[in-house]
């Protein structure tokens, strides 16, 4: 039988199962080239997912690369519709349902992003993947939440690998670097280190003097992300970090956290603490 008479009156799925029975060699001349092309290619890809691979949604996410669709016959289609662009064809039998950085293997090429693509890459991770408020943004964000979610090539074209540039572009000064989970080792030095102590006294805690004194303990720097400089900056003196953001301000013997830990803890409990 001629191939004409052969196809005549089918679907576009039918034609593609004959092509895959190998009773056609290829799709007939001209076929991804008709004004219906795109519409039958949108069907045809969604049969290969759904009837053929039995793919569901994570299955597309986490299995589909380069190879998919040359494998199943549809190089032709994906060269003259979609300039080889896998997830191009995926986005027009889906149109809407996928984000070109959620497909594991499928690299996103660097002149992606750009500042929309960035925001909404970064809108999509915290507010409708993770569904984050402020307290959990301060306790879970990390490098690994771009490793896990596959935006690694937003962190390094648009934020130099910097999981704080990325928030901080959502949300701009929402968060002190300090804040967030892993701060840079090198972020720290004596300006930064007296940048964040102020901001703790006098903008989080907002501590007058007498608050300063009474309650003042290496835990208060510890809880709110400050160990590092304390350590680095400070050579874990209490009184050294005090004394370089308020100089000559406090004496050492006053401060309360300045006092052997035990004698600390029963002062504190005399004072009701």
């Given at each position: 039988m001629k191939e004409k008479?052969?196809?005549?009156?089918?679907?576009?799925i039918e034609i593609y199962k004959l092509v895959l029975d190998r009773k056609l060699r290829r799709f007939p001349m001209f076929f991804w080239e008709k004004p219906e092309s795109i519409e039958s290619a949108r069907e045809i890809v969604r049969y290969l997912f759904e009837e053929?691979?039995?793919?569901?949604?994570n299955d597309i996410i986490q299995k589909l690369d380069m190879k998919v669709f040359p494998e199943y016959k549809l190089g032709g289609m994906l060269k003259i519709l979609f300039s080889n662009s896998t997830f191009d064809a995926l986005c027009n039998a889906y149109p809407g349902e996928y984000h070109r950085w959620?497909?594991?293997?499928?690299?996103?090429?660097?002149?992606?992003?750009?500042?929309?693509?960035?925001?909404?890459?970064?809108?999509?991770?915290?507010?409708?993947?993770?569904?984050?408020n402020d307290k959990q943004i301060r306790e879970k964000y990390s490098l690994k939440i771009f490793e896990e979610y596959n935006l690694t090539g937003l962190l390094d074209v648009?934020?130099?690998?910097?999981?704080?540039?990325?928030?901080?572009?959502?949300?701009?000064?929402?968060?002190?670097?300090?804040e967030l989970r892993n701060v840079p080792l090198a972020y720290w030095n004596e300006e930064t280190a007296k940048e964040a102590i102020i901001w703790l006294f006098e903008e989080k805690l907002k501590w007058t003097d007498e608050d300063i004194i009474k309650k003042l303990t290496r835990k208060t720097l510890i809880d709110n992300g400050l160990k590092t400089p304390l350590d680095q900056i400070y050579n874990d003196s209490l009184y050294e970090a005090i004394n370089a953001v308020y100089p000559?301000?406090?004496?050492?013997?006053?401060?309360?956290?300045?006092?052997?830990?035990?004698?600390?803890?029963?002062?504190?409990?005399?004072?009701?603490?």
């Open positions: 008479e052969l196809i005549t009156g089918l679907s576009a053929i691979l039995k793919w569901d949604r959620e497909l594991k293997k499928i690299r996103v090429p660097k002149e992606y992003w750009n500042d929309e693509t960035a925001l909404k890459a970064m809108k999509w991770l915290i507010e409708e993947k993770l569904h984050w648009r934020f130099h690998w910097s999981p704080f540039n990325a928030i901080d572009f959502l949300y701009p000064k929402r968060y002190k670097p300090w000559n301000r406090f004496k050492k013997e006053e401060l309360y956290g300045y006092i052997h830990p035990r004698r600390a803890e029963n002062l504190n409990k005399k004072r009701g603490g």
